[in-house]
Each structure stands twice: as C-alpha cells, then as structure tokens.
C-alpha cells in the first residue's frame, strides 16, 4: 500500500510540532519583555525610589524590622527579599532592578498562558499585541523621561 503525497509520520510529526508551538506561544511575550527591558539595565544611575530601596536593604534585619514599624509594614517583605537577594548579585544598578525585570517577564508569560487557556485565539493575539505595545510604550517613556531630568 502507498500514500500518495505523504510520508509515513509526517502527519504526527506536524501535529507534535503544533504541541509544541502552542505550548511555548505563551513564553513570547515575556521573552520580547526580558529582551526590552533587559537591555541597558545597567547603564542609568538609580532613580530616586531605587537609592532608598538599596539604603533600606543595607541595614541589618533587625534594623529592617524596627523600620516596618516606623514606615510602612507592607513593603517590609520586598526589603527583606532584596536584602537577600543583594547578599547574592550585589548592589549594582543592574542587580538591584533584575528582580524587577523577572517579575515582569514571568507575569507577562503567566497572563499569556491564562489568556490561552480563558480566551480565543483572536481576543488573545489582541490582548497579547495590546500588552506588548503597552510595554514598550511604557518602558519608552521611563527611559527617555531619565534622559530628561
């Protein structure tokens, strides 16, 4: 018997492939975001709210505690997870904003994946285009506003 056309497998290997795309469609978005943002992370001084970030996870625990008291309580975990976190990359510029950037990169893909999940193809290619356009639009505006001031 001989198929015309088709090779034996062929179909399953197109329809694995296909697995496979829809699969890792939802890693696009924070990937183009991790490229983006990712890119010159370094090369800007701190921003004022990053300067009292770094002033804040320097002080030992204790003196972290005695401030979520004084200050604010409910920023009181970030600071104790960046005053782990610098204990291990540092306090560079580029060390102290790559938390940031994996949660965005990471939150990016986890709302592609629900939106795979909650919606249709075309709403989703919509929501998917809206949120990198709002991305750029935003990560645009913050890196020529530093220019400016």
């Known amino acids: ?3 015309q056309g088709t090779r034996w497998g062929q179909p399953c290997r197109l329809a694995r492939l ?3 795309a829809a699969r890792t469609a939802p890693l696009i978005p924070g990937i183009v975001l991790l490229l983006a943002d990712g ?3 370094g090369r800007l001084s701190l921003w004022r709210d990053e300067a009292y970030t770094l002033d804040a996870i320097q002080r030992p625990l204790l003196q972290i505690f005695a401030m979520a008291r004084h200050i604010d309580a409910v920023i009181t975990p970030y600071h104790l997870l960046m005053h782990a ?3 291990a990359a540092g306090t560079s510029a580029t060390a102290l904003r ?3 950037v994996l949660a965005m990169t990471s939150a990016s893909s986890s709302s592609a994946g629900t939106s795979k999940t909650l919606l249709i ?3 989703r290619f919509t929501v998917t285009a ?3 356009s709002l991305i750029f639009s935003v990560t645009f505006v913050a890196k020529t506003m530093t220019r400016v001031l």
């Open 39 to 41: 890119y010159g992370l």
């Open 1 to 3: 018997m001989t198929h």
């Open 121 to 123: 193809e075309s709403v």
């Open 85 to 87: 976190w610098i204990a």
């Open 18 to 20: 296909r697995r496979v």
């Open 130 to 132: 809206e949120a990198l």
């Open 98 to 100: 790559l938390p940031s």
